[in-house]
T-cell receptor, first 115, second 115 residues
Framework: AQKVTQAQTEISVVEKEDVTLDCVYETRDTTYYLFWYKQPPSGELVFLIRRNSFDEQNEISGRYSWNFQKSTSSFNFTITASQVVDSAVYFC????????????FGQGTELSVKP | EAGVAQSPRYKIIEKRQSVAFWCNPISGHATLYWYQQILGQGPKLLIQFQNNGVVDDSQLPKDRFSAERLKGVDSTLKIQPAKLEDSAVYLCASSSPTVIFETQYFGPGTRLLVL
């Protein structure tokens, strides 16, 4: 069975601090995809990144970076120099390989960035 | 490119009443998903359509929930009769299959409160 665990329910930081959101997943599939979505107070899920199971390269996009490690089944997300606008709930999700796979979401981590 | 549209944005009903939600996916997206997100949890798939055919409805409570996607574009999700535990945000997402994988893009959601 597939499962995603985000152990951190809530995180509070002060602006400009770095923060890492943890994600651990379980799957028996050899081909799978991992995602991060951001859900601001408005409620819409905003796509941030997608990673496939064959690509363990870390990725950086501006202040965002992602660390994918198959050996520990983790796909962690780091925000550098956090800003108030980063305040949101962040979800990690897992999908099976192939087309049209449903997303299995973690419980989400609520990030609060205070000025 | 216009995003996924959903209406209404908010709905308050009493238990045992019926309610319907509407979704218009991104133009050209063949796959459409309905997710239910209960407060404090990650979204969970209710039903997935590929064009106008159902791919996965294993988590849909079929005794009270129904969904259709006529003509393979817009979709409607209905609850009849509603229960208190149906209070949640109902998210619609769409995706377009590519050669290897696809990313789901979400609408703003419909917040349902059942009293």
């Amino acid at each position: 069975a597939q499962k995603v665990t985000q152990a951190q329910t809530e995180i509070s930081v002060v602006e400009k601090e770095d923060v890492t959101l943890d994600c651990v997943y379980e799957t028996r599939d050899t081909t799978y995809y991992l995602f991060w979505y951001k859900q601001p107070p408005s409620g819409e899920l905003v796509f941030l990144i997608r990673r496939n199971s064959f690509d363990e390269q870390n990725e950086i996009s501006g202040r965002y970076s992602w660390n994918f490690q198959k050996s520990t089944s983790s796909f962690n997300f780091t925000i550098t120099a956090s800003q108030v606008v980063d305040s949101a709930v962040y979800f990690c999700a897992l999908s099976r390989g192939g087309q049209g796979g449903k997303l299995i979401f973690g419980q989400g981590t609520e990030l609060s960035v205070k000025p | 490119e216009a995003g996924v549209a959903q209406s209404p944005r908010y709905k308050i009903i009493e238990k045992r009443q019926s309610v319907a939600f509407w979704c218009n996916p991104i133009s050209g997206h063949a796959t459409l998903y309905w997710y239910q997100q209960i407060l404090g949890q990650g979204p969970k798939l209710l039903i997935q359509f590929q064009n106008n055919g159902v791919v996965d409805d294993s988590q849909l409570p079929k005794d009270r929930f129904s969904a259709e996607r006529l003509k393979g574009v817009d979709s409607t999700l209905k609850i009849q009769p509603a229960k208190l535990e149906d209070s949640a945000v109902y998210l619609c997402a769409s995706s377009s299959p590519t050669v290897i994988f696809e990313t789901q893009y979400f609408g703003p959601g419909t917040r349902l409160l059942v009293l």
